[in-house]
């Protein structure tokens, strides 16, 4: 379509002769869960991880009232923030970092610390972001094999290599909703040399409720080659917000603190993660709501012959039959013609599942009545 100005866009930039870094155009965009169906007014969503009670009403009023100061640039420093995350979890806020979403300080650890000719050692079923910030780097990600849809310490370790800079470990993994504990994480740091930056990715953390589950936050502690990532898109009910921490050793929140940019994250957001973090009786009512239903939906999906990996987290990865008519593809199918959105999990090399978030009561029960009728083989939409 010609612009305004008259003048046509080029049809085809393949042969331009700017090109980026060597490694980028291998980088297979991150798949982001669909929010809309066609000719379906509110779908319903359960494909993204997000909380089922939403975000505190405390910390959506404080968001509201930053609106007031929008002309101000933010804190550069999220300082009341890192306070607040620091209190709240008794950390050292001086070794706290903010992102926009933890991603942004995913893809950080991997811009400062990633070069052409460096690994990352990850899990095959591990967080997408994981290889795509490694690729963008310049690196290259290696995939070390699963147990039952579970990292195992051993496989990781021994894909490491003179080359292997940062591993990471999503613990709870998202999609697969299983952990590995303390012990083996202990395990597994302790197998890496210590010129290996270990990445322990506790976006679910909040939701586990497993005595021989941590986080992270002793082994930053007591050493200098772990780093833990935090998010508030979960528990806290604030993706749309993108707001992210870190709990770093001193030298790495000065590499990051370098690389970041001076106001990542916005003003609304580091007032809206304070309150957050005070509205503890809402983020308690998110954890037991998601304890409640994702073992009502474990179970009455067990009841349809349908069955999921262990989680600890706020989703299932659901596994399908291959045959055609009853397999993943067709259930999804099926889910959206009643509209509702779970995952696909192609991308994810988990063709045959399908991974379900936990949500308000209304969306597990309509799930699991739409369940019920594809696996009754019905196939009109109902
Ligand atoms: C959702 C998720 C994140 C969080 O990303 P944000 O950028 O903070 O929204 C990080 N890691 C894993 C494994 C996740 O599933």
Redesign the pocket.
């Known amino acids: 379509m010609p612009s305004r100005c008259g003048c046509r866009p080029r049809a085809d930039n393949s042969v331009s002769p700017i090109k980026p870094k060597p490694g980028i155009l291998n980088v297979k965009p991150y798949e982001v869960g669909v929010s809309k169906l066609a000719g379906i007014e509110n779908a319903c969503k359960l494909s993204s ?1 997000e909380s089922a009670l939403g975000p505190s009403p405390k910390a959506a009023a404080a968001y509201q009232a930053a609106a007031e100061k929008l002309h101000r640039y933010p804190d550069g420093a999220s300082s009341d923030l890192r306070a607040a995350i620091a209190a709240h979890y008794g950390l050292a806020a001086d070794r706290i970092i903010c992102g926009n ?3 942004e300080l995913l893809h950080l650890l991997c811009q400062a610390y990633i070069g052409p000719g460096d690994e990352m050692v990850y899990s095959a079923h591990g ?1 997408s972001i994981y290889p795509i910030a490694t690729l963008a780097a310049g690196g290259k990600p290696v995939a070390a094999p699963e147990r039952n849809h579970t990292a195992q310490v051993d496989a990781l370790l021994a894909c490491v290599t003179p080359a292997t800079r940062i591993l990471f470990l ?1 613990n709870p993994n ?1 999609p697969t909703g299983t952990y590995v504990s303390a012990t083996e994480v202990r395990r597994l740091r302790a197998g890496l040399r210590d010129d290996i930056l270990l990445v322990l ?1 506790a ?1 679910y953390a909040e939701f586990v409720r497993c005595n021989d589950y941590e986080a992270g936050i002793e082994m930053v502690s007591t050493h200098d080659n772990v780093v833990m990532t935090r ?1 508030y ?2 528990i806290y009910g604030l ?1 749309a917000l ?1 707001l ?1 921490w870190a709990y770093c050793p001193a030298h790495i929140i000065d590499v990051l603190n370098r690389v970041r940019g001076p106001f990542n994250v916005s003003l609304p957001a580091q007032a809206a993660g304070i309150a957050a973090l005070q509205d503890t009786a809402f983020t308690q009512a998110a954890i037991d709501h998601n304890e409640k239903w994702r073992g009502w939906l474990e179970e009455e999906l067990r009841k349809l012959g349908l069955f999921s990996d262990p989680s600890v987290a706020n989703f299932l990865l659901v596994s399908f039959p291959a045959e055609p008519g009853r397999n993943a593809a067709a259930a999804d199918d099926f889910l959206r013609r009643n509209g509702m959105i779970v995952r696909r999990m192609e991308g994810y090399g988990l063709p045959q599942c399908l991974r379900v978030t936990v949500g308000t009561e209304a969306e597990n029960r309509d799930f699991i009545r739409i369940m019920t009728e594809f696996t009754q083989g019905k196939t009109h939409a109902g």
Do not use: I, L, V
Request: glycine letters at 14%; aromatic letters at 6%; hydrophobic letters at 25%.
């Open positions: 991880n979403g933890s991603d967080f999503a998202n990715d976006a998010t898109s979960k993706a993108r992210g």
